[in-house]
């Protein structure tokens, strides 16, 4: 059942003795890290239930950052489930056939647009006004008035600022949370923009751009997809393909046993066109022998099969393709 943030805030403060499983979607990202690490805060006996991995960037960032955490692949014997920044089993990856099956309750607290599932030990929080995750845990930690420390004020920004697609995807409270976050925190926003690796190393940046120069360019009618192969970390050159202008991008790194891919794309293309990458990235992860997932208009897969990226790559632009082309 669909649940206010006055019940959900109860549910929370009832819930601080227990065994608290914090499970997130394949691939956690800064929304996910930063709201499991800060309710966990409160809720002290939780753990964080990670379908596969962390995603490298995030890691990096959190490390900068000196938060510590530690995640477990499972869903060890807890109380209680709370699903943070994902709101379907399915995107829960290796996890979802144990949430299918479980007994005990589930805590949903997500805002992306509802899914409809339905059933008695199922509590859904799932608000579209809140631009992340991170700004529901603040706002509920603001009314179990919790005392938030620096470190966790920095970290609640840093999930704010990186679901927020440099801040183009905020409303007024959006701006409110962060000047209250960069007060509490004792920072300003060049610094947070900094740990978020907006600015990269001049290397990086000169990698970056002749990744982007040998990319491939399409114009599909009024939207730019750039695609290609990147000799860094694939979300680098994606999100600096958005920022020099592509409406779509999807870029892939090759490491030694591994692949991994990682596209961006620019709100409102998503809603525009009914794209959504992190579903994308899920169906075609089969062809790189792997798992992905994500968000509508950020979302990543990694695999074994290497020797698939071109197949994957493609099939990717014919699907953008029809997408917009009609
Ligand atoms: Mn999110």
């Known amino acids: 059942m669909r649940i206010s943030i006055e019940t959900l805030t109860n549910k929370i403060r009832e819930s601080r003795e227990l065994k608290v499983s914090m499970v997130s979607h394949s691939i956690a990202d800064a929304d996910f890290m930063a709201s499991a690490i800060a309710l966990s805060q409160y809720l002290h006996k ?3 239930s990670i379908p596969d991995k962390v995603s490298k960037k995030v890691e990096g960032i959190l490390e900068t950052a000196g938060i510590s955490y530690t995640t477990t692949n499972e869903i060890r014997d807890s109380d209680l489930i709370i699903m ?21 309750d589930i805590i949903i607290i997500d805002h992306h647009a509802p899914n409809a599932s339905d059933s008695k030990n199922l509590f859904v929080f799932n608000d579209e006004s809140f631009t992340s995750t991170t700004n529901i845990i603040y706002h509920i930690l603001k009314r179990l008035e919790v005392k938030i420390p620096e470190k966790i004020a920095n970290l609640l920004l840093i999930g704010i600022v990186s679901d927020s697609a440099e801040l183009r995807n905020s ?13 509490i925190a004792n920072t300003d926003y060049v610094k947070l923009a900094n740990l978020l690796s907006y600015s990269i190393g001049p290397k990086e940046k000169l990698s970056a751009i002749n990744d982007i120069s040998n990319a491939k360019k399409v114009l599909l009618k009024d939207k730019l997809l ?28 090759i490491y030694r046993d591994e692949v991994s891919v990682s596209a961006r794309m620019l709100h409102p293309t998503d809603t525009a066109y009914n794209i ?16 992905g997932g994500g968000h509508p208009c950020a979302a990543g897969a990694y695999g074994s ?22």
Not at 305 to 318: L, M, P, S, W, Y
């Open 171 to 183: 409303t007024p409270d959006t701006f409110m949370d962060i000047a209250e976050l960069l007060r």
């Open 46 to 48: 939780s753990s964080l």
């Open 84 to 104: 943070l920044d994902v709101n379907n089993f399915n995107g829960c990856g290796a996890l979802a056939d144990e949430l299918k099956r479980t007994k005990k």
């Open 226 to 253: 750039m695609y290609g192969e990147a000799n860094i970390p694939a979300h680098t050159v994606a999100d600096m393909a958005i920022r020099i202008g592509a409406d779509v991008s999807i870029f892939y790194s």
């Open 305 to 326: 099969k290497k020797e698939g990226i071109t197949v994957f790559i493609n099939k990717f632009v014919d699907i953008i393709t029809i997408k917009i082309k009609g």
């Open 276 to 291: 959504h990458l992190g579903e994308i990235m899920r169906d075609l992860a089969t062809i790189i022998e792997g798992t």
